[in-house]
């Protein structure tokens, strides 16, 4: 995915622009008419995982890289990353049939 790059023009106007490294300039023209000049923004890097042990086969699992092939070598999903089928939500008794149920089982105690 090309970096986001973002610029600040002279009339107040902020831009940002989605582009590849190689595309990039360090000045935009604003719809003002001015140039906008590249502020620095923030890095958005993703830490590597920590190294663990394999549930399923022992082995030290040392990295992202690492872990995708593993899952994929043994057939695993992510719990948390897996699509779920949508769920219904089962139907509520109704509150006179929970009344009954429930005067019903105090009568046998």
Known sequence: MPPLYEYECSCG???????????????????????????????????????????????????????????REHGLIEVGNERLPPRRPKPMPSVVDDLKRAFEETRRR
């Open 13 to 71: 106007n902020e831009i940002e622009r989605v582009c590849s490294v190689k595309d990039h300039k360090p000045r935009v023209k604003c719809e003002c008419g001015k140039m906008a000049v590249q502020v620095l923004g923030f890095a958005h890097v993703i830490p590597d995982i920590e190294p663990y042990r394999s549930m399923v086969t022992g082995e030290r699992i040392k990295g992202r890289a690492h872990h995708k092939q593993h899952i």
